[in-house]
């Protein structure tokens, strides 16, 4: 009976035709692989079960131990779609990421904060609408802070 472990080995033999396929580059982003930066990827995680992925080497690529570390549990597609809504979204990350590293996020009181949520958030806490630039609490009079 073969085991979960053997049935999971890759030939080294196939792993020098990814290599050779891929012109030892990562199967995604297309950066150089060296032998402490390459990663064998299931390219349907196996995890993903409702996708019926397969254990064998039809579903191995090589990539880059960053690139797999950020795909995790995600299919090509999904990893490709993050990454779009990454990029549409980077100046107003990099807006937020300002703000935080400068210290002037401010606090909120609980009153002020369920007000806003009251007005921004539908009732499963998802945003009402899609918010591109600053909320009215960037501006509001917070109140007066408090724990909890």
């Avoid at 297309?30 to 039809?58: F, T, W, Y």
């Avoid at 490709?80 to 937020?96: D, K, N, W």
């Avoid at 998802?126 to 501006?139: A, V, W």
């Amino acid at each position: 009976m073969e085991t979960d472990k053997a049935r999971r080995t890759i030939p080294l033999d196939y792993i020098r035709s990814l290599l050779v396929a891929q012109r030892c580059r990562c199967a995604i982003t297309g950066l150089p692989l060296n032998p402490q930066q390459v990663n064998a990827d299931h390219i349907v995680p196996l995890s993903r079960k409702e996708l019926s992925p397969s254990p064998g080497q039809d579903n191995i690529w090589l990539v880059h131990k960053r690139v797999n570390a950020m795909k995790g549990t995600m299919t090509y597609a999904e990893l490709v779609e993050t990454c779009r809504q990454i990029l549409a979204h980077h100046e107003s990350t990099s807006e937020l990421l300002a703000a935080i590293t400068k210290g002037s996020i401010s606090p909120v009181s609980k009153k002020v904060f369920g007000d806003w949520v009251r007005d921004n958030c539908a009732e499963d806490g998802s945003p009402k609408c899609e918010q591109t630039g600053p909320t009215d609490l960037d501006t509001a009079d917070h109140g007066p802070s408090e724990e909890k």
